[in-house]
């Protein structure tokens, strides 16, 4: 590997993997992301990400150089290949010759296409969280490993492990984010709708003269007669469109509620 800015560009790679809570985010894209970061530190033929749940594949993401090797590199390991391995053991499948991994029939279908896209070495690292599971990162080379000049096996694999893990972090800081933001979502919006229920209650007790309970009672009679969300029987009486007379005789349809004089 060359050292010439080598650092900087990884130190970027990292930073960038971690960087998942943009409104656009899109995980396909992300990956695809990691992956070019890994092929161009690692001077690879291609990479891809393979997310992985319960020992199946859910997803492929591949790098913009070669997207279509990757992808098929990818989608022939769903019987078997690195990145299942590698995620099964949560350890990295250190680099493998194809060829020699073809001839002791190893990963066949896989090994087969690898070969017809001229593939030479392979190596995978799990996408892990702690101890959470995500997938597998697999790098396609077009040398056997540790032929190069400047090949360092070791600091390849290392290097390959350490974006996988920012990915891994990255991605589960965003099913985080997205999660929460869901929640306060809702929790918003169920403080809203008290707000207006209560709005309304209120408008409604002052109007008829009536206690806030029966004005309740009414609008949630109302709401179950006409089988409409109670938020939504709120909104239409806070902006003046609800039929307020409909409203009333709910009252006098409730149990032990007392008549109220019109």
Not at 14 to 41: G, K
Not at 95 to 102: D, F, L
Not at 213 to 235: E, G, K, N, T
């Amino acid at each position: 590997m060359r050292y010439a800015n080598w650092e900087i560009r990884l130190a970027s790679a990292l930073v960038e993997a971690a960087d998942t809570l943009a409104e656009d985010f899109e995980a396909t894209r992300y990956l695809q992301q990691v992956s070019d970061r890994c092929v161009e530190l690692l001077d690879a033929r291609a990479a891809g990400v393979m997310l992985i749940d319960g020992g199946r594949p859910v997803s492929l993401a591949a790098g913009s150089r070669h997207e279509q090797v990757a992808l098929d590199l990818l989608e022939a390991q769903r019987g078997g290949g690195p990145c299942l391995d590698s995620y099964g053991s949560g350890k990295p499948v250190p680099p493998v010759s194809i060829r020699v991994a073809h001839a002791a029939a190893r990963w066949p279908d896989f090994t087969e296409r690898a070969l017809g896209h001229d593939i030479v070495t392979t190596f995978a690292v799990p996408l892990r969280c702690r101890e959470n599971l995500l997938g597998a990162l697999n790098v396609f080379a077009p040398t056997l490993p540790g032929t190069g000049p400047d090949d360092d096996v070791t600091s390849e694999l290392h290097v390959a492990q350490a974006l996988a893990d920012a990915a891994a972090l990255g991605l589960q800081n965003r099913h985080t984010y997205a999660r929460y933001r869901t929640l306060s979502g809702q929790l918003q919006q169920a403080l809203s709708s008290r707000v207006r229920v209560e709005q309304a209650k209120g408008m409604l007790a002052e109007r008829w003269g009536v206690a806030a309970d029966q004005a309740f009672m009414a609008l949630r009679q109302y709401a179950r007669r006409h089988r409409l969300p109670l938020d939504q029987v709120a909104s239409a009486v806070i902006e003046g469109a609800a039929d307020d007379a409909e409203l009333l005789r709910e009252i006098d349809a409730g149990a032990g509620g007392p008549r109220v004089e019109r």
